[in-house]
């Protein structure tokens, strides 16, 4: 059994009212469907004095083609995105991504703002308090060493958002709004690489929608996800590719990584070498050795970095087959 | 701080007067007795807690009690209608779907949510709609036949 600690609860039913409870009361924490926060909570790793539950708030959710752009509220539940027409039409790495969060009940509960805002995780942190203390607490909470980089400054919990790279490679914005007003993010400029918070959004600032401009004619995309188990278990790797083409040669490239630090990474890909080629066999290969060569995971979640490294090119190679696999059905 | 909250339970009113920082779970097990829905992991990995809130399957552990103000909630114990087993109940007896029994309130659910969206899943179907709940038993296949068992049985109830 965990509990809750005891914390006060707001339900406004306004952006307005709820940004003004954010700024008023410091220490206040937005809850969506809860699914990050209530588990961090009942480990005593976010214990805020009052939960300001966005859940009454209408409007924030469903998605809309406004303008060349796919606009999407930020309390939509992941289960309704991944059915969603206009998101499997136009973003299907999307659909891809969101499909496999958690499980099925989670994917209901759980909204597309939470997992864009989502806490770092660590094999060390997302544990009760009990097994924190006897450990040692570390700097994410409570203490003042890191257990995965031994003398280590900085915090490396890692990102663990499966939307968060999928929305990287899509070139999405980010809409957020305080009581001081509004401003638009890309997604790139909204994380940040300390694992305690990884994000530029002020605690009294809501995201309250995604904004993804819609994909060029011929473009493809997909998401591969390395986990234990097919359901439920949070990613150890994970990879959004796009690739956009002109007559069936390569015109722009990207490979977005989640899982591996405390932000999902855009990997730097040397563009001009790439262009103009057609996007075969050979070409998939220097990609993902390119990735190889980029990425180098570390011990924060419990499953090998070392494993989980040999891993990023079979998963960026996957997941270009089934961009081009679904470009041809 | 306790707030009284109004919900639908089982298709009966209730007012409960729940501490804000409850869960669902906890209000339904320690508030009004309906010890069907388990209290597994507590931290949303297991799916032992399952409830229908508004006909979705969620997981009442990481549901705040507060946040089912105004909801039609549907427990295992609300499955069973004047004293007749639901099609999936059935089905798990009659399949030998479970042993010990502590995933079966949640699976069973699950199930039913699935039924009711698709009466006639496919396997793969059924796999996805109870990937979230555990079993540490069964292996999972008799689950599987029992929801198969149920949708036969709700398509054709003198088979
Ligand atoms: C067993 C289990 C498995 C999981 N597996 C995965 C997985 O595989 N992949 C994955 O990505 N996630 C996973 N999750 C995490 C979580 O379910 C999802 O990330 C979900 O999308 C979070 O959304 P939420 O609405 O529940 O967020 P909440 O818990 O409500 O919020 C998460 C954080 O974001 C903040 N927040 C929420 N909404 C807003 C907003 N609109 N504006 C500003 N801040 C906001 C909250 O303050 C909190 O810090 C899992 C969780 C569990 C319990
Ligand atoms: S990376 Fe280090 S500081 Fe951060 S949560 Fe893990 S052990 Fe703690
Ligand atoms: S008790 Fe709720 S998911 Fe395990
Ligand atoms: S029957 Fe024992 S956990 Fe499923």
């Keep these: ?329 | 701080m306790k707030q009284l909250v109004a919900f639908e339970i089982n298709g009966d009113p209730v007012e409960v007067a729940a501490p804000v920082h409850h869960t669902l779970l906890e209000v339904l097990r320690y508030g009004l007795g309906l010890t069907g829905s388990k209290q597994g992991c507590d931290k949303g990995d297991c799916g032992a807690c399952t409830v229908l809130v508004d006909g979705q399957p969620v997981l009442s552990c990481l549901t705040l009690a507060v946040a089912a103000r105004g909801k039609q909630v549907v427990t295992i114990e609300g499955l069973a209608k004047n004293g007749r087993l639901d099609p999936v109940q059935d089905a798990f007896d009659r399949c030998g779907a479970l042993q010990c029994g502590f995933c079966q309130s949640g699976m069973m659910i699950s199930a039913r949510a699935l039924l009711n969206e698709h009466p006639c899943p496919t396997r793969e179907q059924t796999k996805l709609a109870l990937s979230g709940n555990l079993c540490r038993c069964t292996g999972y296949t008799k689950i599987f036949e029992a929801v198969d068992a149920a949708a036969l049985q709700e398509a054709d109830p003198k088979a």
């Excluded at chain 1, 544990?127 to 003398?151: E, I, M, N, P, S």
């Excluded at chain 1, 011929?218 to 996800?225: D, P, Q, S, V």
């Design chain 1, 1 to 329: 059994m965990l509990r809750l600690p005891p914390f006060e609860v707001a339900e406004p039913t306004t952006v307005a009212e709820a940004t003004r409870i954010l700024k008023e009361r410091p220490g206040a924490r937005a809850m969506a469907g809860g699914t990050d926060l209530l588990p961090n909570m009942k480990h005593e790793i976010t214990t805020p004095g009052l939960v300001v539950g966005l859940w009454g708030i209408p409007g924030l959710r469903g998605v809309t083609l406004d303008g060349g752009h796919l606009k999407i509220g930020a309390l939509s539940s992941l289960h309704a995105l991944s059915e969603d027409p206009l998101i499997r039409a136009h973003l299907p790495s999307l659909a891809e991504a969101v499909g496999q969060i958690a499980g099925p009940q989670l994917r209901r509960m759980g909204t597309i703002g939470g997992n864009v805002c989502l806490d770092t995780r660590c094999v060390y942190i997302n544990q009760t308090y009990f097994w924190r203390q006897a450990l040692g607490f570390c700097l994410k909470k409570d203490g003042t060493v890191c257990h995965v980089v031994k003398g280590g400054r900085r915090c490396v919990a890692a990102a663990s958002n499966d939307s968060a790279p999928v929305l990287m490679s899509l070139d999405a914005t980010l809409k957020l709004e305080s009581a001081e007003g509004t401003r638009i993010v890309p997604i790139d400029d909204f994380y940040d690489s300390d694992g305690v918070f990884n994000q530029q959004r002020r605690p009294d600032e809501l995201l309250t929608e995604i904004s993804v401009p819609l994909p060029k004619p011929g473009t493809i995309a997909a998401y591969t996800k390395l986990r234990t188990r097919a359901a439920i278990d949070f990613p150890e790797l994970g990879v959004a590719v796009l690739a956009e083409r002109a007559e069936g040669l390569v015109e722009r490239i990207e490979v977005c990584v989640t899982a591996l630090a405390a932000r999902p990474v855009r990997v730097p890909l040397p563009l001009e070498a790439l262009k103009g080629r057609p996007l075969d066999a050979a070409l998939i290969d220097q990609v993902a050795a390119e990735a190889y060569r980029r990425c180098k995971p570390l011990k924060n979640i419990a499953t090998e970095p070392a494993y989980r490294r040999e891993m990023v090119p079979v998963f960026v190679r996957r997941a270009f087959r089934l961009a081009l696999a679904r470009a041809s059905a």
